[in-house]
């Protein structure tokens, strides 16, 4: 059985830029694997009225118009989907961080590989890989998933608001910390100086994708920012929600294992997609 071919989509986290993803694109690469890690329109600089962008003033009000949402997000990455499935490619989503929520929306039904091969198409999403990431329910959005019930608005421990609150901008708080503790310090503060911000993301997911693609998850078990045992619960509750299983894996990294397990993390994807290609052909009977 020869490897099946496929390209990688990235969708970022929040208050990221594509650049700290580059050694996994570049790792990817390296494997013949062409990658691709648009960036997010709610994490823009450039889209959210922040003034000069090399030393941004959080506390602006929002643009005209409001602030982008978690749906252009999905439709800024649904823009590139379209162009790699246009070429009849199979793509792998990679999922980190919120970034789940936005491949979740961006893997409609007309994109997804199973669905296109049946009416005679090629290409198209083959399975998501999420890499500590949000799994949000259908009907749900990133905020309402994690916010109190009662309407009040809790702020994580990783994050800060401004003069705006949770009506503005957040930005990451101590990302040597939360973010990148297993690397040494000027390599923190490399990446950290690539972050930017971002409005609250508040759109619902309008579909349910995960009963209908190979799903995997990898666990971060050093994860600062969203801690193993959260992980393990989103990943159950959507286990017992649509009764599918996840394929799990674990890596000793904390919260952006693209950087500190770059290797481990392509393993993986490799991994999956290899089991995606087994459950295909068991699919149909050979």
């Known amino acids: 059985m020869s490897p099946i071919s496929f390209t990688v989509v990235i969708a970022h986290g929040s208050c990221h830029t594509p650049a700290p993803y580059q050694p996994l694109i570049d790792a990817l690469q390296k494997q013949g694997i062409e990658a691709y890690c648009p960036q997010r329109p709610t994490c823009d600089l450039s889209r959210l009225n922040v003034g000069d962008i090399h030393q941004p003033d959080f506390n602006r009000p929002p643009p ?12 800024e990455l ?6 790699l499935i246009g070429e009849g490619k199979s793509v792998l989503l990679v999922a980190h961080s919120s970034g789940g929520w936005v491949a979740a929306e961006a893997a409609t039904a007309a994109r997804q590989a199973p669905k296109r091969i049946a009416t005679g198409q090629s290409g198209g999403i083959i399975g998501i890989f999420f890499v500590g990431a949000f799994l ?6 990133v905020s309402g998933f994690f916010q109190p019930p009662d309407g009040s608005f809790v702020v994580p421990p990783f994050m800060q608001f401004y003069e705006h609150g949770g ?11 939360f973010l990148f503790p297993d690397v040494d310090s000027a390599m923190a503060q490399k990446w950290a100086d690539t972050l930017t911000a971002a ?11 995960y009963p209908d693609l190979p799903c995997a998850y990898v666990v971060l078990d050093e994860d600062r920012t969203l ?34 397990w770059t290797g481990g993390l392509v393993g993986k994807i490799e991994e999956f997609v290899g089991q995606i290609q087994e459950i295909g052909m068991a699919s149909d009977g050979t």
């Open 199 to 209: 409005p609250i993301m508040d759109s619902p997911l309008t579909h349910d994708p």
């Open 227 to 260: 801690p193993k045992e959260y992980q393990e619960g989103m990943i159950a509750a959507q286990r017992a929600k649509d009764s599918i299983d996840f394929i799990v894996y674990h890596a000793p990294s904390g919260h952006s294992p693209h950087i500190s």
């Open 136 to 141: 949000i329910p259908a009907g749900e959005s």
């Open 64 to 75: 005209v118009g409001g602030y982008p949402t978690a749906a252009d997000d999905a439709a």
């Open 78 to 83: 649904g823009e590139v989907l379209d162009r």
């Open 167 to 177: 009506n503005g901008l957040g930005t990451m708080k101590d990302p040597a910390h």
